[in-house]
């Protein structure tokens, strides 16, 4: 965390793009899919820890958020809404197509594809819903939450060295999602289901250590036949604020300061502000300002609009005065004067 930063705030009530506990974008989305697995509807195996849906690995396996399969033989009325999770997201199709969308390109999964999610990439499956499918997967934390922050992977994973710094070179320095499977890769991913289905955390512990290596190792071979060229950009600190950036607009009520901005990105003050600067040529509570008053613009023009101050509270002004003069400041007239438009 950003040690520039003096004032502590409450987690669970902070304003937050990135994974933070209590970020409304990191809601639970798999709520759905546990009610259709306990109607029968989709059978859902699932090893995990957190909120994640299954049997509870207590402390085994650290840096495994979830490893599990859903098999879905007929259309859901469910999909996994826009979400972000705290590791990467490493899933193969063994079977169906789904729809995938990452950040805002679309997808069609096919037969035989994985995928890789960084912690960053919003992304949804099957919205609106999930056809018949089998989708195994694993969500491996690997100590980052930010495209520049230091990767690290668990003590019982045996990459090499080399390995390790070629996949955490190859997660981070592309954004690619969607990659073409092989049979070592489909057959290293199902190793995984029996496991899940015939043992507990106690008795398949063991087991499970050596699958997921043989998946990560796999993967690694695999992601090197495929790899497109490495943008080392991408893992920068830059890339990071353009990433919150991209993302405050679904956040522009909260109650931001720089140094929150700052914080979320885990910079100083002065860095944060400085790519800011270049990537807007604003300053950071100018650029809010801005996302502010752009949304107050399409409210005021809703015909069903609240009352000015209403729209001022809800997008994030302390007061309907200092709203009406930020307003006229920008654009040369009172916010009312939207509403004579109509």
């Known amino acids: 965390m950003n040690k520039h930063v003096g004032a502590v705030v409450d987690p669970k009530s902070r304003p937050t793009v990135f994974r933070q506990p209590g970020s409304l974008m990191y809601a639970d989305n798999c709520r759905d899919l546990q009610i259709a697995a306990g109607r029968g509807e989709v059978e859902l195996r699932a090893w995990t820890r957190g909120s994640y849906p299954g049997t509870s690995l207590g402390e085994r396996l650290p840096g495994i958020c979830t490893t599990g399969f859903w098999d879905a033989k007929f259309q859901q009325n469910w999909g996994l809404k826009r979400h972000c999770n705290e590791g990467f997201k490493i899933a193969y199709l063994s079977r169906g197509s789904l729809q995938l969308v990452v950040d805002d390109a679309e997808y069609r999964l096919q037969q035989g594809q994985f995928i890789?999610?960084?912690?960053?990439?919003?992304?949804?499956?099957?919205?609106?819903?999930?056809?018949?499918?089998?989708?195994?997967?694993?969500?491996?934390?690997?100590?980052?939450?930010?495209?520049?922050?230091?990767?690290?992977?668990?003590?019982?994973?045996?990459?090499?060295?080399?390995?390790?710094?070629?996949?955490?070179?190859?997660?981070?320095?592309?954004?690619?999602?969607?990659?073409?499977?092989?049979?070592?890769?489909?057959?290293?991913?199902?190793?995984?289901?029996?496991?899940?289905t015939g043992r507990t955390p106690e008795t398949g512990e063991t087991r499970l250590k050596v699958a997921i290596n043989t998946v990560m190792l796999a993967l690694i071979d695999r992601m090197m036949e495929q790899v497109p060229a490495l943008d080392p950009d991408l893992s920068t600190a830059q890339n990071t604020v353009s990433i919150f950036l991209r993302r405050l607009p679904a956040r522009a009520e909260e109650s931001w300061t720089l140094e929150l901005m700052a914080e979320e990105c885990g910079l100083s003050r002065t860095r944060f502000a400085d790519y800011c600067k270049r990537l807007t040529n604003m300053s950071p509570l100018q650029f809010l300002q801005h996302l502010r008053l752009e949304q107050a613009t399409v409210m005021l023009r809703d015909a069903k609009r609240p009352s000015i101050t209403d729209i001022a509270m809800a997008c994030g002004f302390n007061s309907s005065q200092y709203f009406s003069y930020a307003f006229r400041k920008r654009y040369g007239y009172a916010p009312k004067a939207i509403a004579a438009q109509r």
Do not use: C, Y
């Not at 690290?152 to 990459?159: G, L, R």
């Not at 080399?162 to 049979?183: C, F, H």
């Open 116 to 196: 890789v999610i960084r912690p960053w990439q919003l992304h949804s499956i099957g919205e609106p819903v999930v056809g018949p499918s089998r989708l195994l997967w694993l969500i491996l934390d690997g100590g980052l939450r930010r495209p520049n922050e230091s990767w690290s992977w668990p003590e019982w994973m045996v990459f090499s060295e080399e390995e390790a710094r070629t996949l955490g070179k190859i997660l981070t320095q592309n954004n690619q999602p969607v990659w073409d499977g092989n049979s070592e890769l489909a057959n290293a991913f199902e190793a995984i289901a029996p496991i899940l």
